[in-house]
């Protein structure tokens, strides 16, 4: 932890570029604007409605943001919420270091939509520990809208949107593609990948695409010890085919994800004794060393999607567009067995997803319809009661937005209507009742619930100024209570906790007011997003301190989910100025506030304040394509926590350094050769993060080298 004169240096310094970049831009308002693709993040244009394409685009008046070429090319090998932490505003709740979520303004799991290929992303993503099922490597551009978005893309927006996309398939060329190498350090681990596209000349309107990707990583390090069975493999691919012909366009995307993954065993106590002493320590009291080897307990996941979709351009202003996805989740998750084999899955479930949406658009308006129907089985003869039920889902949604303009103005209005049903069967423990043994009772649950509720987004874009852009987005959003929520009762294995559900939850609605000032010139960009949502029944898992729950596989804490009004609201700041001697500075300040607003008291798992800035120096053209670049990032410790609440109180502040180096070598026939060098956590630090699940039993990763190679031809 920084002492406070470190910390307010560091804050000072901030807010002298602040500053100075403020005083630079006023200077040069009248300046033409120009934006370098690798020095920049937030998308000021417009953006697509439903279909992600890469060209085109129709209006939107939230904050979107998008990753630059480089930080794609240093995010590659990392996971997909590792990734966006490089956006003002995303944050990660984690259960280890191997399974790891994204969060915008505190919101994570059901509240954020994932869309993949255009396809919404539905699997068991209602864990804390379910990680999303999704290669990254499959993914050229990573955007995020953190407004809400539940008119355009439907329930459960609440947060914002993570939008996973590819480039067209350029069919004049008959090969062309991309292959990475990359080496960590810490878990020993390396990441593969192959991406190959073109076009066939005997078929000149036929594009294909196919890509392959594997990694493969051991127990990784904190700063001073190994993290017993915490080493992760992946095999993953995907493949497009595209085909146009008379302003139609025919696309089939299919994908495979998969994964296995060790459970550090040291979150797994075997007495109350024991699981109060290791959080009390903080810290293994084993000795781990370093393997590939994956034992119980683990999770094994894989996740195949297909899309086919079809869109027929009827004129230069409007299109029919008709997408199909199916998508089949398959989760499997490991513990120690006294009786049967460790081999035997603990939980074993099956989730089959297929959506179907058609949209018609014009030059000022879109109108559509979704449908999705979801079926989850659990696997029998796991022996254990699965801490879900199954059930079947049946969801549909028809909306409407439509675009004012006037002059420079721009309104967007929309509207939306989704009804969900959910039919649910599974046995479940009556704890008011036992047996002569002693043992509680199972009862076999039948439930059918229905949910339906309106969204509605109305919003304004409006230049200020040949430099300066305000954009304004009230957004309503909602979503139903998972299955998770309403029905756990049982050990999560993953996240080594146990959870118990309420029945009695309703729906979720929020209202999220989002305001932005995007500020540019020549050589500074300034963004500003000033946030604030009221969600009205906010659902949330409680850590019950007073208990842990003893099972046959052990003891372990208790979280029990409850319900009340909340508000959050916050602001992120993101600086960008070109400095004197081919310097560059970004900087990002995240700062967010979260109070149960019935109890007048802080909600749990909240994302502490954090600044994180970095200094970019590229050479002259005449050295080469290289650079050099250092980043820090400061996290405070979230203070605004009820004492008592938690079986550990926050961590402390910490303080990482990170760095990077690359070059971009050009070869012959425009052939390139990219090599970064990084290193994260360059000092080694010791910490703990807030919103990691783990933090009872075990500190975060230590520093970690990684060496990036991308052969483009």
Avoid at 302 to 316: P, R, Y
Avoid at 390 to 398: I, K, M, P, Q, T
């Amino acid at each position: 932890m920084l002492p406070h004169s470190q910390r307010l240096c560091f804050t000072l310094l901030l807010c002298f570029v602040y500053s100075y970049s403020l005083y630079s831009a006023t200077q040069q308002k009248h300046a033409n604007y120009t934006v370098q693709k690798d020095t920049t993040k937030t998308d000021v244009v417009h953006l697509d409605s439903i279909a992600v394409q890469a060209k085109s685009r129709t209006f939107t008046n939230n904050s979107v943001h998008e990753l630059s070429v480089l930080e794609m090319a240093e995010s590659k090998g990392k996971l997909l919420a590792e990734s966006l932490t490089q956006i003002a505003g995303i944050s990660t709740l984690s259960t280890g270091s191997t399974v790891v979520k994204p969060v915008i303004h505190g919101l994570h799991s059901n509240r954020i939509l994932i869309l993949n290929q255009g396809i919404r992303q539905e699997g068991h993503q209602w864990g804390t520990e379910h990680a999303p099922e999704i290669d990254p490597f499959s993914a050229d551009r990573l955007q995020v809208i953190k407004g809400a978005e539940g008119v355009r893309y439907g329930a459960d927006a609440l947060a914002g949107v993570v939008l996973i996309s590819s480039d067209d398939i350029d069919n004049s060329r008959p090969i062309y593609g991309v292959a990475d190498l990359i080496g960590m350090s810490n878990g020993r681990g390396y990441a593969v990948n192959t991406k190959l596209s073109g076009g066939i000349a005997a078929i000149p309107s036929l594009g294909w695409s196919a890509q392959v990707s594997h990694k493969k990583s051991g127990n990784y390090k904190t700063a001073d010890y190994y993290l017993g069975n915490t080493g992760a493999r992946e095999l993953n691919f995907s493949g497009k085919l595209q085909y146009n012909l008379a302003g139609n366009r025919f696309t089939i995307y299919g994908s495979h994800f998969s994964t296995e993954m060790g459970v550090f065993e040291g979150a797994h106590a075997g007495t109350i004794e024991d699981i109060y002493a290791r959080i009390a320590h903080g810290q293994p009291f084993d000795d781990y060393d370093f393997s590939y080897h994956i034992h119980s307990p683990k999770q094994k996941v894989s996740h195949d999607l297909l899309k086919a979709s079809w869109q027929k351009q009827l004129s230069a202003v409007k299109k029919l567009e008709l997408v199909y996805g199916l998508q089949h989740n398959h989760r499997r998750e490991y513990d120690l067995r006294r009786v049967a084999s460790d081999d035997v899955p603990m939980a074993d479930m099956k989730l089959t997803s297929q959506s179907l949406d058609f949209t018609f658009k014009n030059k000022l308006s879109s109108y559509g319809a979704q449908a999705l129907v979801q079926i989850n089985n659990n696997t029998p003869g796991t022996g254990t009661t699965p801490i879900i039920p199954n059930y079947d889902s049946y969801s549909l949604g028809l909306f409407g937005l439509h675009h004012f303009h006037w002059n420079q103005t721009h309104i967007e209005l929309g509207a939306r209507y989704d009804i969900k049903q959910m039919d649910i069967a599974g046995y479940r423990y009556d704890r008011k009742q036992m047996d002569e043994d002693g043992t509680v009772v199972q009862y076999l649950l039948t439930d059918n619930r229905l949910y339906q509720s309106l969204s509605g987004t109305l919003g304004i874009r409006q230049p200020l100024s040949q430099t300066i852009t305000w954009k304004s987005n009230l957004g309503l959003a909602w979503r139903a209570p998972s299955v998770n929520e309403l029905y756990s009762d049982g050990l999560h294995h993953g996240s080594a906790t146990y959870e118990i559900g309420n029945a009695d939850l309703h729906s979720e609605k929020g209202l999220k007011w989002m305001n932005s000032i995007s500020l540019g010139s020549e050589k500074t960009r300034i963004n500003v997003d000033l946030y604030g949502q009221l969600i009205f029944n906010y659902i949330y898992a409680r850590p019950d301190p007073s208990r842990v729950q003893q099972t046959i596989r052990g003891t372990f804490p208790v979280f029990v989910y409850e319900q009340h009004d909340a508000l959050l609201y916050g602001t992120d700041i993101e600086l960008s100025q070109q400095l004197p001697a081919r310097l560059h500075y970004q900087g990002q300040l995240s700062l967010l506030r979260a109070k149960n607003i019935e109890q007048h008291t802080y909600l749990p798992y909240i994302p502490a304040d954090q600044v994180q800035q970095s200094l970019l120096w590229q050479t002259t053209p005449s050295w080469g394509d290289s650079y050099l670049k250092i980043t820090q990032r400061y996290v405070w410790k979230q203070t605004r926590y009820e004492t008592g609440t938690d079986y550990a109180a926050p961590p402390g502040a910490y303080n990482l350094f990170d760095f990077s180096m690359g070059n971009n070598f050009k070869l012959k026939k425009e052939r390139q050769l990219k090599v970064i060098v990084s290193v994260d956590n360059l000092f080694n630090t010791a910490y703990k993060d807030y919103m990691d699940r783990f933090r009872y039993f075990a500190h975060q990763r230590g520093r970690n080298i990684q060496l990036r190679t991308s052969y483009n031809f």
